[in-house]
């Protein structure tokens, strides 16, 4: 099993930018299509990208489209989430997630693998 590792959230202003990184280990990364999702309080667990094992093909929920992006270096096995044009509506917890089928599904339940989560505030 991979175990993941969320860095880079914290507070930024509406507008801005923000770059999350996880960090994979203890399994052959290139081997996992990874994913961002993200959590509000009171709120389910919201599909925001993923990525395929190669980096290739990717998959963004719509009301990202445009302001953030997905990419890896399977070299330093890490994924990415770069975040620009940030609004208050993306204040979550944002976890990544890994799995080996490639599907880059947009379902919490197709993920085996979690991080613990890094907070993303946007103030308005």
């Known amino acids: 099993q991979v175990q993941l590792v969320e860095y880079g959230g914290g507070l930024v202003q509406a507008g801005g930018s923000l770059k999350l990184s996880c960090a994979a280990s203890?399994?052959?990364?290139?081997?996992?299509?990874m994913s961002w999702f993200r959590q509000a309080p009171g709120q389910e667990r919201q599909f925001v990208a993923a990525?395929?094992?190669?980096?290739?093909?990717?998959n963004y929920v719509q009301s990202v489209k445009g302001r953030f992006t997905i990419s890896r270096d399977n070299a330093e096995n890490t994924v990415y989430l770069q975040m620009n044009s940030l609004k208050p509506e993306d204040t979550a917890i944002y976890y990544c997630?890994?799995?080996?089928?490639?599907?880059?599904?947009?379902?919490?339940?197709?993920?085996?693998?979690w991080g613990q989560g890094t907070q993303v505030t946007v103030s308005s």
């Open positions: 990525i395929s094992m190669s980096g290739a093909k990717t």
């Open positions: 203890g399994g052959t990364f290139a081997m996992y299509a």
């Open positions: 997630a890994a799995e080996r089928l490639g599907t880059l599904s947009t379902a919490s339940y197709s993920y085996p693998n």
